[in-house]
């Protein structure tokens, strides 16, 4: 399969307007067994409008088979560090890190609530308090600008397995302060 590279794969994007503007109204909190039927289908429903309408049809039913009520509740019950985004009780996004893999599994926010934070906000609570590091993340064609505001770079050309493409993408820490560095910036 003929793949773009993917600094021709980035999208130009724009959020979908929707009445709330900023992520202030939202709550993040650990997934339990009773969301995986809520996650499958904020999951699944996104991936159906904004990922498989570039696959085929083999690419689609792979996906979504990762993407079942079953399949979500196995990655939490293997103990994936799993976190859901709420706004007045209903569910707005989810984001998956395979932490000893230090590889991002999902990310996810509801189509009108994106473009206020929230993507940006379950990244950086899902990395709290984790050991400095690389992360990677096999990108959809949609988010690779998304993980580019995030700091995430290309790691390779786009990659096909039983009709899923992806793009893989790394995350760096940035680089820590050295005291001589740090000497420089400070203002005495
Ligand atoms: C990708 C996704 C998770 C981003 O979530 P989001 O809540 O809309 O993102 P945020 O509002 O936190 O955006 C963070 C930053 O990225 C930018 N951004 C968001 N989506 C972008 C995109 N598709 N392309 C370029 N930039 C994007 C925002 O402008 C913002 O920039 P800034 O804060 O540096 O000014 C969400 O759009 C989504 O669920 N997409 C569909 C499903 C998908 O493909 N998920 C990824 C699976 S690997």
């Not at 503007?21 to 039927?37: L, N, V």
């Not at 696959?55 to 689609?60: E, K, M």
């Not at 103990?79 to 009780?89: I, K, P, R, S, T």
């Not at 700091?151 to 820490?173: H, I, L």
């Amino acid at each position: 399969m003929c793949l773009s590279l993917v600094e021709s794969a980035t999208l130009d994007w724009a959020p979908i307007v929707s009445e709330t503007s900023d992520a202030s109204d939202i709550t993040i909190r650990p997934a339990t067994p009773a969301d995986a039927e809520a996650i499958s289908r904020l999951v699944g429903d996104l991936s159906r409008r904004f990922i498989t309408p570039d696959y085929s049809a083999l690419g689609a039913a792979t996906l979504l088979s990762h993407q079942t009520p079953e399949a979500i509740a196995k990655c939490l019950d293997e103990g994936m560090h799993y976190l859901v985004a709420e706004a007045d009780g209903v569910l707005v996004g989810a984001a998956g890190l395979i932490r000893e893999r230090r590889h991002l599994y999902h990310l996810f926010v509801a189509a009108d609530r994106q473009g206020q934070g929230i993507g940006r906000l379950l990244w950086a609570e899902l990395t709290t308090g984790l050991e400095s590091g690389q992360i990677t993340v096999n990108s959809s064609r949609v988010a690779i600008g998304f993980y580019e505001r995030l700091g995430f770079r290309s790691s390779g050309p786009p990659w096909e397995k039983d009709g899923v493409v992806a793009w893989p993408m790394v995350w760096n820490p940035p680089p820590a302060q050295t005291p001589a560095a740090a000497e420089n910036l400070s203002c005495s």
